[in-house]
Antibody, heavy 123, light 107 residues
């Protein structure tokens, strides 16, 4: 059974850092591109970042570029999101999502999602 | 970035109704358009990919159409479990942006 479990969320002050983890089971992590998608309280979905199956290619939303870093460790089957210089507007539930293939291309979509991790940026 | 505009932002309907939501892209995205359903406190669920392909396990009352810049999600006969929020997403170019969503409420 495919399962993805996020962890590492919590309360952090503006300007602080946090690292989210997404622990994957039931599939080979390197066989799929993986993404982070977030949702601010009461708002819509915002695509954040993606990493290829091999880990060599990444993309970011402009709103997080230069502050967030996506990475993966296939040996421990975990996807990460390092979040630095956090802002109030980064407050959201962060979901990890599995793409349909390993390479980054048009036509991707997310069938598998984690349950989400809440990140609250507040002083 | 490609902007995705969904309308309406909310919609009230009754069980058994046929409803449609629209999603417009700021430039042509071919058929690289996905639809997701989200219920409160839950992760999104994929309904339609590639504009018109029904994801496995999704009831056939859901259908998608469109290409280029204009897309439609239709529910042919609303069921109680369909009252939720619906989001479109383009996967033509990074970042793979989402629309702001349509909230479907019970009339």
């Amino acid at each position: 059974e495919v399962q993805m479990v996020e962890s590492g969320g919590g309360l952090v002050q503006p300007g602080g850092s946090l690292r989210l983890s997404c622990s994957a089971s039931g599939f080979i992590l390197s066989d799929y591109a993986m993404s982070w998608v977030r949702q601010a309280p009461g708002k819509g979905l915002e695509w954040v970042s993606i990493i290829s199956g091999g880990g060599g290619t990444t993309y970011y939303a402009d709103s997080v570029k230069g502050r967030f870093t996506i990475s993966r460790d296939t040996s421990d089957k975990t996807l990460y999101l390092q979040m630095n210089s956090l802002r109030l507007e980064d407050t959201a539930i962060y979901y990890c999502a599995r793409d349909r293939v390993a390479y980054l291309a048009s036509g991707s979509y997310y069938v598998e999602w984690g349950q989400g991790a809440l990140v609250t940026v507040s002083s | 970035d490609i902007q995705m505009t969904q309308s309406p932002s909310s919609l009230s309907a009754s069980v058994g109704d046929r409803v449609s939501f629209t999603c417009r892209a700021s430039l042509s995205i071919g058929t690289y358009l996905n639809w997701y359903q989200q219920k409160p406190g839950k992760a999104p669920k994929l309904l339609i990919y590639g504009a018109s392909n029904l994801q496995s396990g999704v009831p056939s009352r859901f259908s998608g159409s469109g290409s280029g810049t204009d897309f439609t999600l239709t529910i042919s006969s609303l069921q109680p479990e369909d009252f939720a929020s619906y989001f479109c997403q383009q996967s033509h170019a990074f970042p793979h942006t989402f629309g702001l969503g349509t909230k479907l409420q019970i009339k």
